[in-house]
C-alpha cells in the first residue's frame, strides 16, 4: 500500500504532514475552497501565503538509480546545498524506483522554474544519488486510471 501511495503521491498525517504545514505547501491547494462562507480559520493567511512565492513545498523524488531505498529523513540536495529532507519514501514498482516526498525551502522561493532545474541528489546511507524532483505524480499524474 505504501508504494501504491507514494507513487500517486498520496500524502499521509503525521509523515508528510502535520499541522505546521498549510494546504499550499503541500501541493493540496486544490482541495480547499477559498470562497466557502462562512470563511473558515487561516483562510486569511491562506490568501496571504498564496500572494507570495512559497519558500517551501512538499516536493516528489524519484531516485534514477533503481537500487537504493528511501525510507524517510534522507538529506535532499540542490546543486551542492542542503535544501530539505525526505518525509516519507518507499520503492515505487510501477516506476521501478525508489520515490520519496520531501519537504524542501528556498528563501527565494520554491517556485516550478526551482524545481525543474538544478541537480537534485537523495543521500543515501552516505552517498548522493542522482534523482528528479518533480510536481505531479510519477505515477498516472492525470488520475486517468482513477477514474478509468
Same mark, same amino acid.
Given at each position: 500500500m505504501d508504494s501504491l501511495r @507514494? %507513487?500517486?503521491t498520496y500524502r499521509s498525517w503525521g509523515h508528510d504532514l502535520g499541522c505546521e504545514d498549510t494546504p499550499l505547501e503541500a501541493g493540496l491547494g486544490f482541495?480547499?475552497?477559498?470562497?466557502?462562507?462562512?470563511?473558515?480559520?487561516?483562510?486569511d493567511a491562506l490568501l496571504a501565503q498564496r500572494e507570495k512565492p512559497l519558500v517551501r513545498r512538499l516536493l516528489v523524488f524519484v531516485?534514477?538509480?533503481p537500487e537504493p531505498l528511501l525510507y524517510h529523513d534522507e538529506p535532499i540536495w540542490r546543486d551542492g546545498a542542503l535544501v530539505?529532507? @525526505?518525509a516519507s519514501g518507499?520503492?515505487?514498482h510501477t516506476v521501478g524506483r525508489a520515490v520519496g516526498l520531501g519537504w524542501v525551502a528556498h528563501p527565494d522561493g520554491v517556485t516550478d522554474a526551482f524545481v525543474t532545474s538544478g541537480r537534485? %541528489? @537523495? %543521500?543515501v546511507a552516505c552517498e548522493r544519488q542522482r534523482a528528479r524532483a518533480q510536481l505531479?505524480?510519477?505515477y498516472d499524474p492525470k488520475s486517468l486510471r482513477v477514474r478509468a
Amino acid at each position: 500500500m505504501d508504494s501504491l501511495r @507514494i %507513487e500517486k503521491t498520496y500524502r499521509s498525517w503525521g509523515h508528510d504532514l502535520g499541522c505546521e504545514d498549510t494546504p499550499l505547501e503541500a501541493g493540496l491547494g486544490f482541495a480547499v475552497r477559498l470562497d466557502k462562507r462562512p470563511a473558515f480559520t487561516g483562510r486569511d493567511a491562506l490568501l496571504a501565503q498564496r500572494e507570495k512565492p512559497l519558500v517551501r513545498r512538499l516536493l516528489v523524488f524519484v531516485v534514477d538509480d533503481p537500487e537504493p531505498l528511501l525510507y524517510h529523513d534522507e538529506p535532499i540536495w540542490r546543486d551542492g546545498a542542503l535544501v530539505g529532507r @525526505i518525509a516519507s519514501g518507499a520503492y515505487g514498482h510501477t516506476v521501478g524506483r525508489a520515490v520519496g516526498l520531501g519537504w524542501v525551502a528556498h528563501p527565494d522561493g520554491v517556485t516550478d522554474a526551482f524545481v525543474t532545474s538544478g541537480r537534485w %541528489e @537523495i %543521500e543515501v546511507a552516505c552517498e548522493r544519488q542522482r534523482a528528479r524532483a518533480q510536481l505531479a505524480p510519477p505515477y498516472d499524474p492525470k488520475s486517468l486510471r482513477v477514474r478509468a
